[in-house]
């Protein structure tokens, strides 16, 4: 598989997409609050960002290893929560013809690659997008972001659900990094990525 950069001198550039398109809108997230122990998430797949796999210490064929772990364990009916960054240093055809199906009812929230016009593009094959979120749970409150909000910045008895950091460790106990690197490139049900974090503030 190639991985071609964005570069002025490809056919069809992400920005002549954007201008066809009408500006991006946002879902609200009353579904993922209302179904929030059952959704999956995961982040940071990277799909066809060739140096990833250099500097995560990526396997090899990781793009495909990606797709089937999404398609294995996320059913056709569930839902998923992507954090942000889903591909990254390739052409707008390159997207269309090699990213697979994915299973699920997807939601995006954008990460600092998913620019205007790749956010565009997944909205427009289906996927919702949205903005950072804090929903309840077990008495105690879950923050979605992409990048990791700092420990001192965290809310009391919050739980902050977050990507960005790629392998490395979550920052506390109180966060939870869902890239894919930490999950054996497998989504995970939220639920119990939640359940395992607050069994750590009772220990």
Aim: glycine share 4%.
């Amino acid at each position: 598989m190639c991985y071609p950069n964005d570069s002025p001198t490809i056919t069809r550039r992400w920005d002549e997409f954007l201008d066809e398109n009408p500006p991006l809108a946002y879902t609200p997230p009353d579904v993922l609050v209302r179904h929030l122990p059952d959704i999956f998430v995961t982040s940071d797949n990277h799909w066809f960002h060739h140096n990833i796999i250099r500097f995560q210490e990526r396997p090899w064929n990781v793009d495909d290893l990606m797709t089937e772990r999404w398609n294995a364990t996320v059913g056709d009916h569930a839902t998923v929560l992507h954090c942000g960054d889903v591909v990254h240093r390739c052409t707008l055809e390159h997207v269309t013809t090699h990213l697979p199906p994915l299973n699920g009812d997807k939601y995006l929230l954008r990460g600092n690659h998913d620019r205007q016009a790749r956010a565009l593009y997944f909205a427009n094959r289906g996927w919702r997008l949205i903005q950072p979120f804090t929903a309840p749970y077990r008495d105690w409150f879950v923050l979605i972001t992409h990048r990791p909000v700092p420990t001192e910045r965290l809310p009391q008895r919050t739980i902050n659900v977050h990507g960005h950091i790629h392998r490395q460790p979550p920052y506390s106990t109180r966060h939870i990094n869902v890239s894919v690197e930490r999950w054996d490139y497998t989504p995970m049900r939220l639920g119990d990525l939640l359940d395992e974090a607050l069994a750590k503030q009772q220990a």
